[in-house]
């Protein structure tokens, strides 16, 4: 059973930093895909930021320049470090694999940041 268990979340200020994990159980074979999308309130589900088993990364707008996304192959985890956290950026971050572009992506609970101004 592939699950994903995410932490780091939580309340900081904005200026402020935090360090996202997701933690990758029960998928043995590699990885192609591991990534992070957010949902705030009101708005629709965002890609934040993606990286492949190449370390080839991708960001969305919004964050490049603040955030920095990396994986632990050897553990099965990918990090999100979130530096200049702005009051925009609260949501519910879920990280995801994929193992490759054919197939369903696997999803975390969800870990809530919030910013305060």
């Known amino acids: 059973q592939v699950q994903l268990v995410e932490s780091g979340g939580g309340l900081v200020q904005a200026g402020g930093s935090l360090r996202l994990s997701c933690a990758v159980s029960?998928?043995?074979?590699?990885?192609?895909?591991m990534g992070w999308y957010r949902r705030a309130p009101g708005k629709q589900r965002e890609l934040v930021a993606r990286?492949?088993?190449?370390?080839?990364?991708n960001y969305a707008d919004s964050v490049k320049g603040r955030f920095t996304i990396s994986r632990e192959n050897a553990k099965n985890t990918v990090y999100l470090q979130m530096n200049s956290l702005k009051p925009e950026d609260t949501a519910v971050y879920y990280c995801?694999?994929?193992?490759?572009?054919?197939?369903?992506?696997?999803w975390g609970q969800g870990t809530q940041v919030t910013v305060s101004s």
């Open positions: 995801y694999v994929q193992r490759s572009i054919y197939m369903t992506p696997y």
């Open positions: 990286i492949t088993n190449s370390d080839s990364t």
């Open positions: 029960g998928i043995t074979l590699s990885i192609d895909y």
